[in-house]
């Protein structure tokens, strides 16, 4: 059974930086990622990062954001730097069973910036 086991959320002033992780256990991951849901909005994509590391970011996160994962402990991470308050959102932790189309999603940790 897929887990994920997400941290690193809360309240950081504008510039401020944070560091999410997400820690999953029960299979073999090909993809992980993080999305974000700001309320009203629909839920996307903030960065993805396969197995061999190759990484994928939306044009928001360009340039602040940098992911990477740990293969061996099977956790993603999400350094944020240099935060906005649009960055405010809930945080979701993605990850797709290698091999397969299933996937899971985390319970997500919420990220306000605010002053």
């Known amino acids: 059974q897929v887990q994920l086991v997400e941290s690193g959320g809360g309240l950081v002033q504008p510039g401020g930086s944070l560091r999410l992780s997400c820690a999953a256990s029960g299979n073999i991951f090909s993809y992980m990622g993080w999305y974000r849901q700001a309320p009203g909005l629909q839920r996307e994509l903030v960065a993805t990062i396969t197995s061999a590391g190759s990484t994928n970011y939306a044009s928001s996160a360009k340039g602040r954001f940098t992911i990477s994962r740990d293969n061996a402990k099977n956790t993603v991470y999400l350094q944020m730097n240099n935060l906005k308050p649009e960055d405010t959102a809930v945080y979701y932790c993605?990850?797709?069973?290698?091999?397969?189309?299933?996937?899971?999603w985390g319970q997500g940790t919420q990220v306000t910036v605010s002053s």
């Open positions: 993605n990850v797709v069973v290698q091999g397969s189309i299933r996937q899971y």
